[in-house]
């Protein structure tokens, strides 16, 4: 389920278009400063955690933009995305985090027991 961040940009904003949702009402609906959510679908800066849970409480379809694959239900990835902790989420997207939590890359994803 590897995709590049550039892919993922380009999903995201395909899918803000599809639902007419301009970057300052995305970004206020995600918590971010305007700019910063542009520079994050630019692919200039990344997405935190928490910024990708946000993501989850709009209509976009964070499991398309992520594989690119479209579900039956668009909503049925929200809760798995919106309950996810940071190494759930590192897990299951493969997403390389800018955060400290990177290191998981590194040391591979650890299963909780």
């Known amino acids: 389920m590897y995709t590049n961040y550039e ?7 395909e899918e803000r278009m599809k639902y007419n949702i301009s970057q300052s009402t995305m970004s206020k609906k995600v918590h971010m400063l305007s700019s910063h959510y542009m520079k994050c679908e630019k ?6 955690y928490y910024e990708l849970q946000n993501i989850c ?3 976009v379809d964070l499991f398309y933009c ?7 239900n668009n909503n049925q990835y929200k809760e798995l995305f919106a309950d996810a902790d940071m190494e759930q989420l590192v897990c299951c997207l493969q997403v390389q985090s800018a955060c400290p939590f ?3 890359w ?3 994803c650890r299963r909780r027991g």
């Open 66 to 72: 992520f594989t690119g694959k479209q579900g039956v």
């Open 57 to 59: 409480t709009t209509d």
């Open 7 to 13: 892919d993922f940009a380009k999903r995201l904003y």
């Open 43 to 48: 692919g200039y800066n990344r997405f935190a």
């Open 106 to 108: 590194r040391h591979g």
């Open 102 to 104: 990177g290191q998981l």
